[in-house]
């Protein structure tokens, strides 16, 4: 009996790569928008490669962070967060979201900035009288 040859996967060119880079960008900017943290927020034009701001997504408000979008079957994590904490200047904080095929994204920070968020969480529950 003769055997059927594998059947290759379709290789993604350079434009395919871009794609799914900015469908993941509006992505995150859909969420942006839907929890109503920045309800401007869009992929950014260019992906960061204007001077004037830095990052994958143009928020109007919510300036203090600075979003990385990656979406890639290979993960390259620390290359991927050196390059969001070399785009967060000054104060700004940076966000790396990640995501795969079929797989849900998720975002990394800085262990200090978690920490902070939970602090200012506390702070206000305990103001708000719910703790």
Not at 33 to 39: A, C, E, N, W
Not at 69 to 94: D, M, S, Y
Not at 95 to 103: D, E, M, P, T, W
Request: net charge positive; hydrophobic share 35%; charged share 30%.
């Amino acid at each position: 009996m003769e055997e059927l040859p594998l059947a290759k996967k379709p290789k993604i060119t350079a434009k395919g790569r871009r794609q799914k880079g900015k469908k993941f960008e509006r992505e995150i900017a859909g969420l942006y928008r839907h929890y109503h943290i920045d309800d401007t927020a869009q992929s950014m034009p260019m992906s960061g490669a204007m001077d004037f701001h830095k990052g994958d997504i143009l928020k109007k408000i919510d300036h203090g962070y600075v979003d990385e979008c990656k979406n890639a079957e290979v993960t390259k994590i620390w290359e991927w967060w050196a390059q969001a904490t070399r785009q967060a200047t000054g104060l700004r904080v940076p966000l790396l979201h990640i995501k795969r095929n079929l797989a849900q994204p998720i975002t990394i920070m800085s262990t200090d900035t978690y920490f902070q968020l939970r602090r200012e969480i506390a702070d206000l529950r305990e103001q708000l009288g719910l703790e």
